[in-house]
């Protein structure tokens, strides 16, 4: 089994691994860092839990310059911001490595300051808020040596690809460019062949998670009893629970709440501050479930749920996957566990025929 030393890390890097309690590199690491440090574009596929942060990460602290500007790294959502940026500051503690996170829905003034401190050597940012500090002067010209497309799939779902385009554009020619993505549909193959010259592929062929699927028939009012009752008999650390509205949310909280469960909604209508407290009472353990639609939940980044619950079905096949796929991770066995109305039962099996999701009646524990 290789070591970061044998990747060709420096000692200060290793020591700030050390600290970080890194032992050995995950398979998109080995795959990652060598052609990186030697200035290769990548091409990585990698889901969360798979030290994808790290891989892009090393080589960054590696050939970071006090006070230079020399890394962007492209996040889909302000909580992924503000997580890849600790974990690079931590990965960079020895190496005077800055990551500065740039989101949308706070005040421009806090970030615009740390930008241009001239102390920052990354930004960690979502492409709008990005564009919009540009474009009011806030920030220098884009003259980074490196740029990441981290989650590039979900970037592209979310409605960024014209940011996208115009940030890249407007970055040096000669730059290294890194793709990070769990899934290949053809939007983020086609950004990689415009964007990337010549790129190293990496990619893993993991087992799928193991992940049991269960589904419980029962009417709207009595399905949070039903979660009431999932909780007693299964008692998991942490459960997601997922409606299709942000209305919904709230509706769903207030009821689990009144059913005795210690919830919290996360919803795009919440303040910063108050998505980011929940996000970290539901990280921290001081909340057991956390209530959000599929577009909040993107921001989500927990490996290793222990449970996933549909409240609402989700629209389709592919919904499925990306909502029960948060669960069964780092490899711990998962659970998905569908709440499923009268009339909606010939739906749900066609989503889960779809999924390839082998579900079966939930009968709790006694």
Do not use: W
């Not at 060598?34 to 590696?62: F, H, S």
């Not at 564009?131 to 779902?157: F, N, W």
């Not at 554009?169 to 010549?198: G, H, N, Y």
């Amino acid at each position: 089994m290789a070591t970061f030393a044998d990747l060709g890390v420096s000692s200060r890097v290793l020591d700030a691994l050390l600290a970080l309690h890194f032992k050995a590199p995950t398979p998109i690491q080995e795959g990652a860092i060598p052609p990186l440090l030697a200035g290769r574009d990548v091409l990585g596929q990698a889901a969360t839990g798979t030290g994808k942060t790290a891989a892009y990460g090393i080589p960054i602290a590696e050939r970071t310059k006090r006070g230079t500007l020399s890394a962007l790294v492209l996040v889909p959502t302000r909580e992924l911001a503000t997580q890849v940026a600790e974990e690079l500051n931590a990965i960079g503690a020895n190496s005077g490595l800055l990551a500065v996170p740039v989101y949308g829905g706070v005040g421009y003034g806090r970030q615009a300051e740390a930008l241009q401190s001239g102390e920052a050597t990354c930004i960690v940012a979502t492409p709008g808020r990005l564009l919009d500090l540009l474009q009011q002067g806030l920030i220098p010209r884009l003259s980074m040596e490196t740029v990441v497309l981290d989650e590039a799939d979900r970037l592209l779902d979310m409605g960024f690809q014209q940011d996208i385009a115009r940030i890249l554009e407007a970055l040096p020619r000669d730059r290294q460019t890194v793709l990070m993505s769990a899934t290949f549909p053809p939007p983020v193959k086609d950004l990689a062949r415009r964007f990337l010259r010549d790129p190293v592929r990496v990619r893993l062929d993991e087992e799928a998670p193991e992940i049991v699927h269960r589904y419980v028939q029962v009417e709207e009012k009595e399905k949070a009893a039903a979660v009431a009752r999932f909780v007693e008999a299964e008692d998991p650390f942490d459960v997601l629970v997922f409606v299709n509205t942000r209305d919904r949310v709230d509706t769903v909280y207030r009821a689990l709440r009144k059913a005795g469960l210690d919830a919290a909604p996360f919803h795009g209508g919440l303040t910063q501050q108050k998505r980011e407290t929940a996000l970290e009472k539901f990280r921290e353990g001081d909340i057991r479930i956390l209530v959000a639609t599929d577009l909040a939940a993107r921001g989500i980044d927990i490996v290793g749920l222990a449970a996933v619950v549909n409240y609402d079905l989700p629209e389709g096949a592919e919904a499925y996957v990306h909502r029960v796929g948060r669960t069964g991770r780092a490899g711990r066995k998962g659970f998905a566990l569908s709440l499923v109305a009268r009339g909606e039962v010939e739906a749900f099996f066609a989503i889960a025929a779809g999924a390839g999701a082998g579900v079966e009646l939930y009968r709790p524990r006694q």
